[in-house]
């Protein structure tokens, strides 16, 4: 916790005290409290009965082994008792003494031991309840930092997952378009470009913007469509307005890939369909595909990364904030993600 917090957290604890203190004047008939003395010496042997027990108190926090914060909370309350009373008699032997009343003597007395007691253990308190306080919203802090810490790890694993493996399967498509001399290699090549420099430059960011990211599947269909050869084989529709709109990089290229990668290529075009929905509040993402006979492997995968890698990922950078369903039947895949903004 920073210190202008911790600050603020004793100011009004003094604050609270002494309202309290003058709750009690005001309030409590036949002047049992002296308002020379409640306003006077007591505050000043009270801020010193609270923070000598509060420092002690602050090495709990600091130390494994309690022995000696023990030993030491001993020993400053049983200097702090007989401190106060010190200070209380030779301020109203030598300063006070024109409030006294003619009843009024200066024994100390076991009420008067008893009363100091009572106080310190009470300021004990206080000061136990602050540090604890103060305490706990550290450690809050330090798990929450941890945890930042641990996500962007993962974060980090995952994305480093991802990368490789489009540019992997990039590289397979444009060498078995060179491999058959195919004129569509040139091209293939700049789309190549365009995905590299998309994968290299905005995808490290933890957010780009949607119209990037849908430039970046485009390029990634028309290499696709590349192998395949088939005009019409993808149908991609985008509604809504994507200006100023932003996305996790590289978080529905997996959806893509894996109708690709898994889906059958000998159907009636299209045999992909794509269709993206931009609202006020969400994203609507769903892909559909024809599944080949005898195919499993898409109710397990999802773009090669693993479908848990990629529900994880969502969880991390959209937690509370996505839904995702994947439906299969006997010929249709069908993965729908939304993503409430």
Request: glycine residues 4%; hydrophobic residues 45%; aromatic residues 12%.
């Amino acid at each position: 916790m920073k210190t202008k917090y911790k600050l603020l957290i004793h100011i009004a604890f003094w604050i609270y005290m002494f309202n309290q203190v003058l709750l009690s004047i005001a309030m409590v008939p036949d002047n049992k409290y002296d308002p020379f003395e409640e306003l006077t010496i007591y505050p000043l042997t009270s801020f010193l009965t609270f923070y000598g027990i509060y420092c002690v108190f602050g090495l709990f926090f600091n130390r494994k082994k309690k022995l000696l914060p023990i030993l030491m909370l001993v020993a400053v309350v049983a200097l702090l008792v007989p401190l106060r009373i010190g200070m209380e008699y030779f301020f109203w032997k030598y300063i006070g003494y024109s409030h006294l009343k003619p009843t009024d003597s200066l024994v100390i007395n076991s009420s008067w031991w008893i009363n100091s007691i009572r106080l310190t253990i009470i300021y004990g308190i206080y000061a136990l309840l602050i540090q604890l306080a103060i305490g706990w919203f550290e450690n809050q802090k330090l798990k929450t930092e941890l945890l930042l810490e641990k996500q962007s790890g993962e974060l980090a694993l995952l994305r480093s997952q991802i990368n490789p493996h489009f540019l992997f399967n990039t590289l397979n498509n444009i060498y078995s378009l060179v491999y058959k001399k195919s004129e569509d290699a040139p091209e293939a090549v700049m789309k190549m470009s365009s995905i590299m420099r998309y994968m290299l430059y905005d995808a490290t960011t933890d957010k780009v913007l949607l119209e990037k990211e849908i430039e970046y599947l485009k390029s990634f269909i028309e290499l696709e469509k590349l192998r395949i050869r088939h005009a019409d084989f993808v149908e991609l529709n985008i509604l809504g307005n994507v200006e100023a709109r932003t996305i996790a990089p590289m978080l529905l290229i997996p959806f893509v890939e894996n109708a690709f990668k898994h889906g059958s290529k000998n159907v009636a075009n299209p045999g992909i369909r794509i269709n993206l929905s931009i609202g006020a509040e969400q994203i609507r993402f769903e892909v559909s595909n024809y599944l080949r006979k005898n195919t499993t492997t898409t109710t397990d995968h999802v773009g090669g990364i693993g479908l848990t890698n990629l529900r994880r990922r969502l969880n991390l950078l959209y937690p509370g904030l996505h839904q995702l369903e994947i439906k299969t039947d006997e010929t249709l895949y069908t993965v729908l993600l939304i993503l409430r903004i």
